[in-house]
């Protein structure tokens, strides 16, 4: 299992062809507290650089930037009813979607956690 | 405008607290600490929170019948205003739309004068052209806080016993910690509290003095807005401007009888007609009822898609715990209760006309 980072501020951590996409807990601080989320639905699909989402903090919305080309298979439940998880465990309990990578080469495109971490220096 | 923002007497303690700065207004200014706005927000409505409000206007107006000149430019009844008094006023245009809000105060041999930040470069110089014979001196040595919440006056008055006797919207020079400060018992949270004018060079030391009381921690621009936003509290520029009447707005309780009856202050043909007859169009109170907020700018529309306005601030509510709005809509459809749509990201969300504030007001009585 391997973490990557995007400069929008998300993780994707990749087993075979699916994986797990969140927000960085650097994104997470940046935004303050966090109200509310809309989700893109199972099934919908998209293309790097696409808006699957909105992330809605008491300063302002934010829009989520797909890291990759793909599809969502899940949408997690827990964020509709506790938004603030994505403030309190962005990186593990609070991701926002599983998806279906349509081409895995795009990874290469994007941060290992070390790449990341001099980006948001 | 890419000029250096200024900063206030308090700028190093905000940096001190850890505060998030940001340019408003062509100031440098805490947006939050590190508690966070929703954590300020709440701390405000149950114990205290200081603001530096030092970024607004503060102006003296010396003269001969200063009230007097002042109500031309205002509809507020100032000749009545008695000493050691404020009140909450609006300068108008000749069309009736609303240039500015502030506070005036009856400080005995002059007014004190409260205006916002973004207009103090049109404010002071419209009242020096039109106010004749007057002194107007525009304080630049002067830091403004806001105690603000249900502990403000065991805050501010373990330090200015005379603090816990004073009466909403009562305002007197006292002194703090051996300094003289004018302390105004109001504020713009929905909460008790005070605005405090301290000598830039004292500002430091008194707001830290009031943050070593176990109930007062600091609270930035972002709580200040969700905290007014939910008291109902219009903000200039968004809810009241130069083409929103105070009717519109509901701000007819600042207009007080004589002048309703008189008139004689800019713009009063409209506002005039519009408290007898009615105005087309009302500010009101929205509440979304789902739990995307809606921010200034959305759509508001009828059950059948018709457009009737638009919101003007809107956000989280954190005591409400849920967003809320306003904005103006047709008269026929600003009862409470009458269901609305809002347009949110180009999807009808469902929304219902409510009664403002969203919060009790829990002013000194």
New interface residues.
Partial sequence: MTTYYSEDHEWITVEGDTATVGITAHAAEQL??I??I?QKEEGDEFESGDEIG?I?S????SEIYAPVDGEIIESNELL?SN?AALNDNPEADAWIYKIKLTDPAQLEGLMNLAGYKTFIA | MSRTPKRTPLYDLHCALGGKMVDFAGWEMP??YPM????E?THCRTKAALFDVSHMGQVLLHGPDAALKLEALVPAALTQLPEGKARYTFFTNSEGGIMDDLIVANAGDHLFVVVNASMRAQDIPHMAASLDGIDVTEIFDCALIAVQGPSAAAVVSAHCPQAAEMGFMETLEAPIDGTICRLSRLGYTGEDGYEISIPEADADRIARLMLEHPDCEPAGL?ARD?LRLEAGLCLYGNDITPTTSPIEAGLTWAIQKRRRTDGGFPGAARILAELADGPARKLVGIKPQG???A?AGVEVHDMVGNALGKITSG??G?SVAG?VAMGYVSSEHAAAGTKIQLII?GKPQPAEVCALPFVTQNYKR
């Fill in positions: 303050g507290d109200v509310f809309e909105v809605e008491v300063k302002a919305a509709e938004p | 947006v939050q966070g706005i929703m954590g927000h972002g969700s739990r995307a907020p921010r956000g989280f954190p967003p990201r």
